[in-house]
């Protein structure tokens, strides 16, 4: 049996989820605990409990029993990842899919509310890509011969990287090099199964930072007041929107008209890169998408589809990740405080 690697992908996220125009008591925001023990400023009970003062609904984590242990009868919803370096294992050893189930799910679902078990991210395209569907469908047999293959999504994470492009949204394709390292195949199963629910990591502000000259900064955070993207008879006024309708044409283009699409990630930095990254640019946006979330109603080309699950990354500052342009998309401080106002405490009122 391989053993589990737990600490090399560790993400809980923000997860904004509301039904269509409805404000519940809480706002649904996913912490991502931090990837890098050193780096964990708090146990994952005090985590736990820190999204409950803020009403948080929902949390993207990797497989650790004691942030499993902490959740228990907590009504968050639980979006559960399979690390990238199981996925060839899930893929090629049914047992292992088995044991997976017995050791991360098992133990926790009568009290712990599993929604989507993320299998691999940003896996595809790569050398482990073609391992990511088999995997999928393995933990699917195994959902359903417990009675929860339709409670739970099996889904992959995938970035804009798959997609040739996002703008005009209407002429996106998913690469080659994607389709061939194993997103087709995903495509096939999520157009078959129930469940099917592709996430996707959508980030305006990668774009924005990318190319500033041509990407109007309004666009980008939710903020312009007319349509900056024409296209055809859909006018889009946020890239998020624009993004998230690329990625349904290149869906469509792939055989998967029916597939629906979640937000494993989104996020904007308070640090890092000059002005483009400062605490106002950051609480504008991720305030923005918050209100777009709870507001959510389908995208221009697919409206009134519902609300829309969506993780902010992320909880924390994550000073150790050896990729620098991640360290600062914290909302809180490490000493548990808002990094910028986001969520009350007690009771959401902003929205
Ligand atoms: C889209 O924008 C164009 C140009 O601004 C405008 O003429 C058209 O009425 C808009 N369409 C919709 C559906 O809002
Ligand atoms: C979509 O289906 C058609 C018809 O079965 C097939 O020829 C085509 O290769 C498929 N496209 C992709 C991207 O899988
Ligand atoms: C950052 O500074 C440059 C140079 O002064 C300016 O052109 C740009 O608009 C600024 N960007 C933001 C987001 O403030």
Do not use: C
Not at 48 to 57: A, E, S, V
Not at 298 to 326: C, H, V, W, Y
């Amino acid at each position: 049996m391989a053993s589990l690697s737990f600490f090399q992908i560790v993400w809980i996220m923000v997860l904004v989820n509301f039904p269509t125009g409805t404000i519940g008591d809480k706002v649904n925001i996913g912490v991502s605990y931090p990837r890098f023990p050193p780096d964990v400023p708090s146990l994952p009970q005090e985590i736990i409990d820190l999204y409950k003062k803020y009403g948080i609904g929902k949390i993207r984590i990797p497989p650790i029993p004691d942030v499993l242990e902490a959740l228990r009868g907590s009504d968050i919803d639980v979006a559960l990842g399979i690390p990238n370096e199981d996925v060839e294992t899930m893929a090629t050893n049914f047992d292992f899919a088995t044991f997976w189930y017995t050791q991360f799910i098992e133990p926790y679902v009568h009290d712990v509310k599993f929604t989507f078990m993320i299998v691999g991210n940003e896996a595809i395209p790569g050398e482990r890509g073609s391992f990511v569907s088999p995997a999928m469908r393995n933990l699917q047999t195994v959902l359903d011969n417990n009675g929860l293959g339709s409670s739970i999504h099996v889904t992959t994470a995938v970035s804009t990287n798959v997609l040739d492009f996002t703008i005009p949204p209407s002429a996106a394709e998913f690469t080659i090099e994607a389709l061939n390292e194993g997103l087709d195949k995903v495509v096939e199963f999520l157009q078959y199964v129930a469940s099917n629910v592709l996430m996707v990591n959508v980030y305006p502000y990668y774009d924005y930072a990318a190319d500033p000259a041509n990407i109007r900064l309004d666009f980008a955070q939710f903020t312009a007041n007319e349509a900056v993207i024409v296209d055809d008879t859909l006018n889009y006024t946020n890239l998020f929107d624009a993004t998230l309708d690329a990625f349904f044409w290149a869906l469509e283009r792939a055989n998967g008209s029916d597939v629906r699409l979640a937000v494993a990630e989104t996020g904007w930095p308070t640090a890092g890169n000059g002005n483009v990254t400062t605490t106002a640019l950051a609480s504008t946006y991720n305030n923005n998408l918050v209100k777009h979330v709870v507001n959510y109603n389908g995208t221009p080309k697919k409206p009134g589809q519902g609300g829309l699950d969506a993780f902010i990354f992320s909880l924390f500052d994550e000073n150790t990740d050896p990729d620098m342009g991640r360290r600062n998309f914290g909302i809180f401080n490490s000493n548990l405080e808002p990094a910028y106002p986001l969520f009350s405490a007690n009771g959401n009122k902003h929205f």
